[in-house]
């Protein structure tokens, strides 16, 4: 199925070139490895070379380049599309965008994971109001 068709809902409501560099990746790797989890991984893993989930949606990045430490080792743990790899400071502008409490006190990990709940919990919401 193309890309186009199973454009998951956080890249929908992202920037245009989000979703082309999301459903090009995604395309290219059926074709190498069949449709599947393996497929939408390796899109994903595209996407975060660029972008970074802010909420509900994607943004893109102000420097490209891997988004963890996942994103680089091969392993498949990844930060969910938060940019570990960016500056405390970063995350936490991200991290007030998105209301989080307590920021001011947390170490960069714990930043990063309150980021990943604060998304996740953007995006439940996002998908129960469509």
Known sequence: MPASEELPSTLQR????????WSAAHDSAVKTYGEGERAHRTAFS??????EK???HWEEKAER???DAGA??????TEEGVDA???KAHLLEVAKRLEISGRSSMSKDELVDAIKKANARETRHARERS
């Open 14 to 21: 992202s920037p245009k070139h989000a979703q082309a560099l």
């Open 65 to 67: 380049g891997p988004s």
């Open 72 to 77: 680089s080792d091969g392993s498949g743990r």
């Open 85 to 87: 790899n960016a500056s």
């Open 54 to 56: 802010i909420g509900d």
């Open 46 to 51: 595209a996407l975060k070379n660029e972008y």
